[in-house]
């Protein structure tokens, strides 16, 4: 029974590890207030 | 990355018009400011240098009142601090057109494996020319950044762990 349970919350962090891994965190989000600027280097 | 402050309309590299190459960045100013991004600007470019043609001239296409004025006065700083002529414009900004898709996240579209993994990220072409994530690496492959700062954002990049050690050996290789 411990090992099953084991297995599971294995399983469980490497679906949590996927599914983080699905979307990058750092994105800027819809929500969060964006600027822009425009650059030529030349 | 696309073309910017010409009036020729739908412009591609190959009829750029009276268009300028450009980088257009999005960016949240509670992280980063205006200024922060003109000096970033200003140490990436030769601005006592005379443009070589209007399709590589170094400007500043100001989005509004606020940015012009800003950049205005770090062309002033900036031209105090070199003792010489500045070349760069300071431009309102009047449309901004993307590049073909080849040019965009340059560095990084010549990593097959590691665009693999962002094709499966962002299956839209678009999503990921506005992914912070896929700029980030594109900088760090084109030399900017080092492996250390790497190994503190890699967990936010969205790599898988065969991924996330790719790039740190990459960006390893080239002694960053």
């Known amino acids: ?42 | 990355m696309g073309y910017a402050g010409g009036t020729k309309s739908s412009p591609t590299y190959r009829s750029l018009g009276d268009h300028t190459e450009t980088i257009q960045i999005d960016y949240d100013p509670a992280r980063i400011s205006y200024e922060s991004l003109l000096d970033l600007f200003w140490k990436s470019h030769e601005p006592s240098s005379k443009a070589w043609s209007r399709q590589y001239m170094a400007a500043v296409f100001y989005h509004d009142d606020e940015q012009k004025k800003l950049a205005l006065a770090s062309r002033d700083r900036e031209s105090s601090t070199i003792g010489k002529k500045i070349h760069t414009e300071i431009l309102p900004f009047t449309g901004f057109t993307l590049a073909e898709n080849y040019h965009q996240k340059y560095r990084l579209q010549r990593e097959m494996d590691l665009m693999q993994e962002f094709a499966r990220i962002y299956p839209a072409f678009e999503d990921f020319i506005n992914s912070t994530a896929a700029a980030r690496v594109n900088g760090y492959l084109g030399g900017y950044g080092t492996a250390a700062r790497l190994e503190v954002d890699l967990d936010g990049l969205g790599l898988s762990p065969q991924g996330g050690r790719q790039l740190l050996r990459l960006v390893e290789s080239r002694g960053n």
């Not at chain 1, 297995?7 to 969060?32: F, G, H, M, T, Y």
């Open chain 1, 1 to 42: 029974m411990d090992n099953i349970n084991g297995d599971r919350r294995v399983a469980a962090a490497d679906l949590v590890k996927q599914a983080r891994a699905l979307i990058p965190p750092i994105d800027l989000v819809e929500s969060a207030q964006i600027e822009t600027a425009t650059f030529a280097l030349g």
